[in-house]
């Protein structure tokens, strides 16, 4: 087991193409940036967006005239469990098992 302590810590990725506006324009309404982060234990996900003006569509801008960014926290990605889905019953005979303990 690794002797590595990641509380209070994060990691960003940083998608290839992003610092243009083509690659800006492509991810959509996607986060620009996601960082993982341990704080006191507890692992989340940022998602950080460049700012826009809600009406005029521009980009906010500091006072450096730097582009502004906004985040949410959220839970991390987990993926959907596969067993954890429930399946039918196999076919037998090319014939659905089902439960006759139905009244209809």
Do not use: H
């Amino acid at each position: 087991m690794s002797d590595y302590d990641n509380t209070n810590t994060a990691l960003a990725f940083v998608d290839n193409g992003l610092f243009c506006a083509e690659g800006v324009q492509a991810k959509g309404k996607s986060p620009i940036l996601t960082i993982k982060v341990n704080f006191d234990g507890v692992e989340k996900e940022i998602g950080l967006w460049f700012s826009t003006d809600k009406e005029t569509g521009q980009y906010r801008l500091t006072k450096n005239g730097s582009k502004m960014l906004t985040g949410k926290i959220k839970e991390p990605y987990a993926k959907p469990d596969e067993q954890s889905v429930a399946s039918p019953p196999p076919a037998v005979n090319g014939v659905n098992q089902f439960d006759d303990d139905i009244p209809f």
